[in-house]
């Protein structure tokens, strides 16, 4: 009898054991799928006009290449060549200091890390290869903290760090507070009162998660 009740007491208490639930979106805001799409487009097509980093509006680089770009035939073709390639995903560079953040924030008391990530519509190369980036970069314990959706809505979390602005789903509100990861694509985009995470080098992302940690 006593060995039972010892058992479902420790049973109720994980119950209630509330850690802080870390959603990191995956591509800009760990791997910098910019600079990879960036680098890779000039040296495939270094004759087709290009868009400066800097100047990068909108989540889709598709869209905007082929709005400023209108009158070069294929030029979204030639956009999508680039990211639906083998290793595209896989040779992504980190983001500055994303690993190191991600690490320690692991490592926090009372905080649970997880990585929610959609894959692009031609997943073939996406997908074992967001896998094998974690893999690489993270390592293989990671691996097991990764969430793919394409409704990331659906997922439960206290917060969602993502630079994409308008995330949607079949959850009209969402479990997760959304914070807006920076990336030059959503610099001029209306977040309403979301907060911003401009960076993981700044230490910023420390207050981020104390203050979420007081809040739960
Ligand atoms: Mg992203």
Redesign the pocket.
Known sequence: MMARMTSRTVHIGQMCKKNLRVLL?????LAD?ELGFFQEYRKKYPEYPYIEMKDRVG?FVKDQYEKMFSSVPNIGNAVANIYNAKKFFLNLPEIEGAVDAAKKLAKMEGVDVFIC??PIEKYKYCLPEKYEWVHKHLGPEWVARIILTKDKTMVNGHLLI???VDIIGAIERPSWEHVV?S?NHNMKADIGKRRRLDNWTNGDWKELIEDFKMRI
């Open positions: 979106d995956m591509d800009q805001v799928f989540f990530t959609s993502d630079d994409r990861f990336a």
